[in-house]
């Protein structure tokens, strides 16, 4: 064990889940702080080590050591606080995969400002409502028109609304290569021209934080109503121990990528925290258009040692023919955001060796149930509940469900709180109450519990289909008809329908050289009802060319039940 983990980890191995599940443990300092204990520790103890290696689609690469980290973090902190802002300003990040994201985060950090990463997707309407909803005081951005026009958009609105203006500063980062902005209107900071010119030495502030100061504040994706603000403090990333080392298994020394853009949670899951404490460097790919191959082409081409995507990125990947890849310097595969279908485990497995382990958290939490190193990964199934989760699945009366009985997934927090959990919805206690009361915190996921004690996810509570006395999960319906080759993507919903109250619908992306028609819709029928109950078939079935999603990828089904409701 390296000494940096140790000093937050009293035991690392285990002899059985059990074991992990019972005992393992966390040290939480006073008055934690992941950008001074952790980066500038790294830095004293591992500077010329790398840190993290960042390339993007056209070619471009960067390299940093946890030297170059600290240091870049600490002028952009110089920066920062030269511009105004301290302990519990609101920061807003819009920076994509770009590399600036880590040390203008840790800088933050160091400052004690609330860190609010956003998606580039954000239109003037997004901005507007954050910035309301927070009290947004400044945004750092990418160098890209829309984004920033959106920016100013928003900003002229709050103005002649008769609001004050919500931005003390904004400042755009220009890209490695040639900028798109030549002239960027009034208002606007080239943030890399001062970083460049800021002072590498920033020393410790006294009293710059508690552990129960907001650290992140992450707006949900809002698959119904607006989006919610998630609190986090400052010892959430000692939460990220476990996913990085038991659930990722990275490794020492060896190099981590996580695919998600710095504008959702799953960033902070695997994209700085538990990864860097457990002493690994990251992976960043910059791109705007995923291109499976190119995907395979720079996991092969650098090395990379564990890998974690959404099942939509493994969906393209295992379409493409992996036996053209080297993939003997990956060891360790992780799948997370939407339930697996056992057919891209099948695949992929087929294809690299490799055992894919499944996941389930919230913005809210960490990793929450998972399939973890001494357990057999069931494919589609998250595997079993992590230490310091009392999980319970529960009907709607409240009572614990039988085996094989589908239930609300809640985490029992009178006894003890995981480490990690959210601390309520920023300025909205009336919503934290209704999901978090008498001590249980309803998730409003569906999921049913296996002989062996594995957890098997159903669906979102408003997704499950109740049809002539069924209850049918979604889940289970798109597995079955993500086996069939015509189906690249699908989406189960209900639709209201006089006889039987509701019935099932298919939304389905198809592959590849394969066409809409009426002999397709009664093959995927068919297909369903050989591997399905045959009540679970969609009887009605429908092409498009892509789902709706939310800013994070998930796909939204509400939206599709709206539509179907017009």
Avoid at 46 to 75: H, P
Avoid at 251 to 260: F, N, R, Y
Wanted: a negative charge; charged letters at 25%; aromatic letters at 12%.
């Amino acid at each position: 064990m390296n000494e940096l983990l140790k000093r937050y980890l009293p035991r690392e191995e285990f002899e059985s889940y059990e074991d992990f599940y019972k005992n393992y443990t966390v040290n939480v300092p006073e008055n934690f702080n992941f950008a001074y204990d952790v980066i500038d520790e790294l830095a004293e103890t591992r500077k010329d080590e790398q840190a993290m290696v960042w390339c993007d689609e056209k070619g471009a690469e960067a390299f940093f050591t946890y030297g170059d980290i600290q240091r870049l973090s600490n002028q952009a902190a110089n920066v920062l606080s030269a511009a105004g802002f301290g302990r519990g300003d609101p920061v807003m990040l819009i920076l994509k995969r770009r590399w600036e994201y880590w040390p203008i985060l840790l800088a933050l950090h160091k400052i004690g400002a609330i860190a609010i990463p956003a998606t580039h997707l954000l239109t003037s309407k997004d901005i507007i409502y954050r910035c309301t909803a927070a009290d947004i005081a400044g945004i750092i951005c990418v160098d890209q028109e829309k984004i920033m026009a959106a920016i100013d958009e928003a900003e002229e609105k709050l103005k002649s609304g008769g609001k004050q203006p919500a931005l003390r500063c904004k400042a755009f980062v220009r890209s490695v290569r040639d900028s798109e902005i030549r002239n960027p209107g009034p208002g606007w900071v080239d943030f890399k021209p001062l970083l460049e010119k800021a002072s590498a030495d920033f020393k410790r502030l006294p009293k710059v934080n508690t552990n129960d100061d907001i650290m992140l504040l992450y707006f949900t994706s809002g698959t119904t109503g607006m989006p919610k603000m998630v609190r986090h403090n400052f010892a959430y990333p000692l939460g990220h121990i476990a996913t990085a080392k038991y659930w990722h298994q990275v490794i020492e020394g060896g190099l981590h990528i996580t695919v998600a853009d710095t504008g959702w949670a799953k960033a902070a899951w695997g994209k700085i925290y538990g990864q860097w404490i457990c002493g690994t460097a990251l992976f960043v790919y910059d791109y705007d258009r995923f291109v499976p191959r190119a995907m395979l082409d720079v996991i092969t081409r650098y090395r990379v040692t564990t890998f974690c995507a959404p099942p939509t990125i493994y969906r393209f990947l295992i379409r493409e023919d992996l036996s053209k890849y080297d993939f003997s310097a990956l060891k360790h595969c992780t799948v997370a955001g939407e339930p697996l279908e056992p057919e891209i485990y099948e695949q992929f497995k087929a294809g690299t060796g490799i055992k894919l382990r499944e996941c389930y958290g919230q913005t809210e939490l960490t990793v929450t149930v998972c399939t973890y190193p001494w357990l057999e990964p069931k494919p589609g199934s998250m595997g079993k509940p992590s230490p310091g989760y009392d999980i319970d699945l529960v009907r709607e009366d409240g009572s614990s469900c039988d085996m094989g009985e589908e239930g609300q997934i809640i985490v029992r927090t009178g006894k003890r709180r995981p480490m990690g959990i959210f601390g309520g919805y920023y300025r909205d206690e009336e919503l934290t109450r209704s999901v978090w009361h008498d001590d249980i915190y309803y998730t409003g996921d569906m999921a049913w519990r296996d002989e062996d004690g594995y957890l098997w996810f159903v669906g979102r509570s408003d997704d499950v289909i109740k049809s002539s006395g069924y209850r049918i999960g979604p889940f289970e319906v798109e597995s079955a008809l993500m086996e069939h080759p015509a189906v690249l993507e699908c989406a189960i919903t209900g639709v209201p329908d006089l006889e039987r109250g509701t019935v099932v619908k298919a939304t389905v992306v198809l592959a590849k050289d394969w066409s809409p028609s009426e002999e397709l819709k009664k093959e995927l029928q068919n297909h369903v009802k050989k591997i399905t109950a045959p009540y679970k078939y969609p009887r009605i079935v429908e092409f498009t060319t892509e789902l709706p999603k939310t800013i994070s990828g998930k796909i939204r089904r509400v939206q599709i039940r709206e539509k179907d409701r017009v």
